[in-house]
């Protein structure tokens, strides 16, 4: 199929947060897709350049330049051009910005662009979006992990890991799965209003609590404590973003309440605290340079899943070095740290290779788009991360996913306790 794009527009919006992002709409000969990006707060040095202004509006947040790039460059070239498919059109991309990092165009232009023309792609063939990426019989529907108490870069407590989550690998259904977050979530609410008052039930940046600690495992015994409440224990597992480089300076962890522990004995601290815990899973535990910290991890807990964010930043060239050195067995895939959808598939297929897992991540900074749930089920890999079962940016995603399992009926499988196997080592074919 070719695909003619006959128009294109850019403007900026807000996204959860309050600060501008960049939505794109094309429309091809028989299709239409509007499409808008997240945006990190805890961010790693080795993702492609989300362009700002810089000056004085939005200070300094807002995103005119790149709307710019998608209405005075990108735009007037995408009409000009036929494409063949998503890696024609997304290609075409990166080579009109010609860097390393998509500086010029700014990833937050391109990946716009790169979504609303799988949009496009969809509405051409007649398929769902999720289906675009993938034909098979049978799909896979994520183990949703939920982000239920935020610290770190996204909240305003001092707890220093950035997030806590829930895993229903118990439920039977994703449906189910999203009705274990919510009782959880409410019953968590209601121990740390009884614990700390209620003006501590307020949220961080994800929807989740943000209750006043300074340290990082009474946050574990209080989800604990509410998974126990409603009684969803052995169905609901827990799980962690440490997100270990905002509070390394260089030598030490500050992991709150004063305590700084050099490398060798913060290991022994992480590690013990995800064993005591029984985590399932465990993302960036330690700094997003020290690949040899996550070799010895990965190889000593071969039960933990460890999942690299900011280690692999969704980078083929760290990637390749992960699988070379053994750091993780799962990729965190975040489409705006690469910045073209076609860039971020391969980046999944090298996860896969390796026989590493992959888990689809939402942003801090949020919008009402749904496209990553789409993508979780096209790509089968099992596991999506959305923050917390509260706020709209975050339901988006949860209820497109409800909408897409009742679509599927018998013909999608909600992955369970196999979060961790991507459909493909399940007998799916991609
Ligand atoms: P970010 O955080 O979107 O603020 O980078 C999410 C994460 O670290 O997974
Ligand atoms: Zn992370």
């Given at each position: 199929?070719?695909?003619?794009?006959k128009k294109?527009?850019a403007?900026?919006?807000l996204?959860?947060?309050g600060?501008?992002?960049?939505e794109?709409e094309?429309?091809?000969?028989?299709?239409?897709?509007?499409?808008?990006?997240?945006?990190?707060?805890?961010k790693?040095?080795?993702?492609?350049?989300?362009?700002?202004?810089g000056?004085?509006?939005f200070?300094?947040?807002?995103?005119?330049?790149?709307?710019?790039?998608?209405?005075?460059?990108i735009?007037?070239?995408?009409?000009?051009?036929?494409?063949?498919?998503?890696?024609?059109?997304?290609e075409?991309?990166?080579?009109?910005?010609?860097?390393?990092?998509?500086?010029k165009?700014?990833?937050?232009?391109?990946l716009?662009?790169?979504?609303?023309?799988s949009?496009?792609?969809?509405?051409?063939?007649?398929?769902?979006?999720?289906?675009?990426?993938?034909?098979?019989?049978?799909?896979?529907?994520?183990?949703?992990?939920?982000?239920?108490?935020n610290?770190?870069?996204?909240?305003?407590?001092s707890?220093?890991?950035?997030?806590?989550?829930?895993?229903?690998?118990?439920?039977?259904?994703?449906?189910?799965?999203a009705?274990?977050?919510?009782?959880?979530?409410h019953a968590?609410?209601?121990?740390?209003?009884?614990?700390?008052?209620?003006?501590?039930?307020?949220?961080?940046?994800?929807?989740?609590?943000?209750p006043?600690?300074?340290?990082?495992?009474?946050?574990?015994?209080?989800?604990?404590r509410?998974i126990?409440?409603?009684?969803?224990?052995g169905?609901?597992?827990?799980?962690?973003?440490?997100a270990?480089?905002?509070?390394?300076?260089?030598?030490?962890?500050a992991?709150?309440?004063?305590?700084?522990?050099?490398p060798?004995?913060?290991?022994?601290?992480?590690?013990?605290?995800?064993k005591?815990?029984r985590?399932?899973?465990?993302?960036d535990?330690?700094?997003?340079?020290?690949?040899?910290?996550?070799?010895?991890?990965?190889?000593?807990?071969?039960?933990?899943?460890?999942v690299?964010?900011?280690?692999?930043?969704?980078n083929?060239v760290?990637?390749?070095?992960?699988?070379?050195?053994?750091?993780?067995?799962?990729?965190?895939l975040?489409?705006?740290q690469?910045g073209?959808?076609?860039?971020?598939?391969?980046?999944?297929?090298?996860?896969?290779?390796?026989?590493?897992?992959?888990m689809v991540?939402?942003?801090?900074g949020?919008?009402?788009?749904?496209?990553?749930?789409d993508?979780?089920?096209?790509?089968?890999?099992?596991?999506?991360?959305l923050?917390?079962?509260?706020?709209?940016?975050?339901?988006?995603?949860?209820?497109?996913?409800?909408?897409?399992?009742?679509?599927l009926?018998?013909?999608?499988?909600?992955?369970?306790?196999?979060?961790?196997?991507?459909?493909?080592?399940?007998?799916?074919?991609?």
């Amino acid at each position: 199929m070719v695909a003619r794009i006959k128009k294109t527009a850019a403007r900026a919006i807000l996204d959860s947060r309050g600060i501008p992002t960049v939505e794109v709409e094309l429309e091809t000969q028989n299709g239409c897709g509007r499409a808008s990006v997240p945006s990190g707060a805890s961010k790693s040095s080795f993702e492609a350049l989300e362009l700002r202004d810089g000056g004085k509006k939005f200070f300094g947040y807002g995103v005119s330049k790149a709307v710019a790039s998608v209405n005075g460059i990108i735009g007037p070239k995408l009409r000009q051009t036929a494409f063949s498919g998503q890696t024609d059109f997304d290609e075409f991309l990166i080579s009109l910005d010609g860097t390393k990092n998509k500086s010029k165009l700014g990833a937050n232009a391109i990946l716009a662009c790169s979504m609303a023309f799988s949009r496009c792609l969809a509405c051409e063939s007649g398929t769902p979006l999720y289906a675009s990426f993938s034909k098979v019989r049978r799909y896979c529907l994520p183990v949703p992990f939920f982000n239920v108490i935020n610290g770190g870069a996204h909240a305003g407590n001092s707890i220093a890991f950035q997030e806590y989550l829930i895993a229903p690998v118990g439920a039977k259904t994703f449906a189910e799965a999203a009705q274990y977050a919510s009782e959880i979530y409410h019953a968590l609410r209601g121990l740390i209003s009884r614990q700390f008052g209620r003006s501590a039930t307020n949220v961080g940046d994800e929807g989740g609590f943000a209750p006043p600690l300074s340290d990082v495992a009474t946050p574990l015994e209080l989800v604990s404590r509410a998974i126990g409440e409603v009684g969803l224990q052995g169905k609901v597992s827990i799980a962690l973003d440490v997100a270990a480089t905002s509070f390394f300076d260089g030598k030490k962890y500050a992991i709150g309440g004063g305590k700084r522990l050099g490398p060798g004995e913060y290991f022994d601290f992480v590690e013990g605290l995800a064993k005591t815990h029984r985590i399932i899973s465990v993302e960036d535990p330690f700094c997003e340079t020290d690949f040899a910290a996550f070799s010895k991890f990965t190889r000593e807990n071969k039960a933990i899943q460890v999942v690299g964010d900011d280690l692999l930043s969704t980078n083929p060239v760290r990637i390749a070095r992960g699988v070379r050195t053994g750091a993780c067995n799962c990729l965190l895939l975040k489409p705006n740290q690469i910045g073209t959808l076609a860039e971020a598939v391969r980046a999944a297929n090298l996860a896969y290779g390796a026989g590493w897992g992959v888990m689809v991540s939402h942003r801090s900074g949020e919008t009402e788009d749904t496209f990553i749930a789409d993508l979780a089920v096209g790509l089968g890999c099992g596991q999506i991360k959305l923050g917390a079962c509260a706020r709209g940016e975050r339901t988006a995603k949860i209820n497109q996913l409800i909408r897409i399992e009742g679509e599927l009926g018998s013909n999608g499988k909600f992955a369970g306790r196999e979060f961790h196997r991507p459909a493909r080592q399940l007998g799916f074919s991609l």
